[in-house]
């Protein structure tokens, strides 16, 4: 009984650390999206003296207000968090806001504070076995409770500086490319109601960025210094931003909110794509391409609107007409792994004469630019055994298990590629890397095994 409930409440200290880990099961990925918050984020990650190509950016599917940082110099935003902003200038300073926390090496006190602050929790869980074993069990449960509440209350203490250290930068930051810190500003405003809440009801950014009057005229005070308050966003931030939330609702809202956001009436480009997109999920193929019709008419080189209506075709089972839209959307933006996998994508499906073989150069076009992109491993698995190419299509399915973290099937297939190559060759090379970066027998792997 006691070991259990030891192990029941360091669980639950380690999730105030650790709730990232449930998030990160729904990374998402669309190549416009972002190609757009890279075009927001890189100049500031410059201005923090950051190198953008050593910085991942990863979109987290979540409807709640949130942004963090995480595993080193990654930046985690929820689709909540895009869809509230109100202007660029919003999300451009929570941006600027948690570069500085890698800028200014925040993550590493943060994890020397976590540790620090544990300690009380863990006397109070030690005090609660006790009285547990002492016959009061209610009085053990209430201190095991409580343990989490004190962990979190010591590591605010110790991140209360830092959060208005990156308050201050992400000001500087914006200030040094020309751009008004106000919405920073703005976005704490909004949502000063937060500290009222009770901490169960609180977004999850205002968990662990607790505010306060004083704060926000602190912030206040420094973006007006620099006189940049009233600097109006350009209209392509804005039409971007805009874009991206249609295209977000559209994706992950349910067809009713889409259409009270954009009603019928509405005749704006956010409001096209959005209802094309909520058309697209539906499988309404003749309203998806209605909506998206006006776009392409006003932007025939835009490749996220070829990109979109080579989907709407390809899901309803047209890749005949799907392939044409994907190819030029690859010809508009060349070299995006996303839209590569797509285009191979149709190409398989349509496997008219050629096809495999220009999937399969278009999906190893993708993989050595993302050599970790699991589906696109799975697409040139199709387009090798489709040519009875066997052994290395099982070392391609081999590929796509170890980057999902499936090590049992990765080595399975592995050394079943290893069977089928020519040995010392590059490709059994590869295939006996995974082998061996998977071999059950290693410690690490231990808890993978376990777990399958």
Not at 163 to 176: F, G, S
Not at 325 to 332: D, I, K, M, S
Not at 357 to 375: C, F, G, S, T
Request: with cysteine; net charge negative; charged share 25%.
């Amino acid at each position: 009984m006691t070991h259990r409930f030891v192990r029941i409440a360091l669980v639950a200290v380690a999730a105030a650390w650790l709730s990232f880990a449930a998030a990160a099961q729904s990374l998402i990925r669309d190549t416009e999206i972002e190609d757009i918050l890279r075009e927001y984020t890189d100049p500031i990650l410059e201005a923090a003296g950051l190198v953008p190509e050593d910085v991942g950016l990863f979109i987290i599917n979540d409807p709640s207000l949130n942004a963090f940082v995480a595993n080193g110099q990654r930046i985690h935003l929820h689709t909540g968090l895009i869809v509230a902003s109100e202007t660029p200038g919003q999300l451009k300073g929570v941006i600027a806001h948690e570069t500085c926390h890698i800028a200014c090496g925040h993550s590493i006190s943060r994890a020397r504070a976590a540790s620090v602050a544990s300690r009380p929790a863990l006397i109070s869980i030690g005090l609660g076995i006790l009285a547990i074993a002492a016959g009061a069990p209610d009085a053990g449960a209430a201190l095991i409770a409580s343990s989490q509440q004190f962990a979190a209350l010591n590591f605010f203490v110790h991140t209360r500086a830092e959060e208005a250290t990156a308050d201050q930068k992400a000001v500087d930051y914006l200030a040094a490319l020309g751009e008004s810190p106000a919405g920073l500003v703005e976005f704490f405003d909004n949502f000063r109601y937060q500290e009222v809440l009770s901490e169960a009801r609180r977004f999850p950014y205002f968990r662990t960025h607790p505010l306060a009057s004083d704060r926000i005229q602190t912030l206040r005070n420094r973006a007006e210094e620099t006189g940049l308050m009233d600097t109006p966003p350009s209209e392509r931030s804005v039409r971007q931003l805009e874009m991206m939330q249609a295209k977000i609702i559209g994706f992950l809202y349910t067809t009713n909110y889409v259409y009270q956001k954009y009603p019928q009436d509405d005749k704006s480009d956010p409001a096209h794509y959005a209802r094309s997109i909520a058309a697209l999920q539906a499988a309404d193929v003749p309203t998806a391409l209605r909506e998206l019709e006006p776009l392409l008419e006003k932007e025939p080189e835009n490749p996220y609107y070829h990109e979109l209506k080579g989907d709407i075709f390809f899901r309803n089972g047209k890749a005949e007409l799907a392939v044409e839209h994907h190819a030029r959307a690859v010809e508009l933006a060349p070299g995006r792994p996303l839209l590569l996998v797509n285009y191979a994508q149709s190409l398989l499906g349509r496997d008219a004469e050629g096809d495999v073989a220009l999937a399969e150069q278009a999906l190893r076009d993708a993989l050595i630019r993302e050599p970790n992109n699991a589906y696109g491993w799975s697409q040139l698995a199709i387009a090798l055994d489709k040519q009875g190419r066997r052994a290395e299509a099982q070392l391609a399915t081999a590929e796509r298990a170890f980057h999902i973290g499936d090590y049992p099937r990765a080595q399975h297939f592995s050394n079943l590629a290893i069977r089928g190559l020519e040995p010392n060759t590059p490709l059994w090379r590869q295939a006996s890397d995974i082998a061996s970066a998977t071999d059950p027998r290693l410690a690490e792997n231990a808890r993978l095994y376990r777990r399958r």
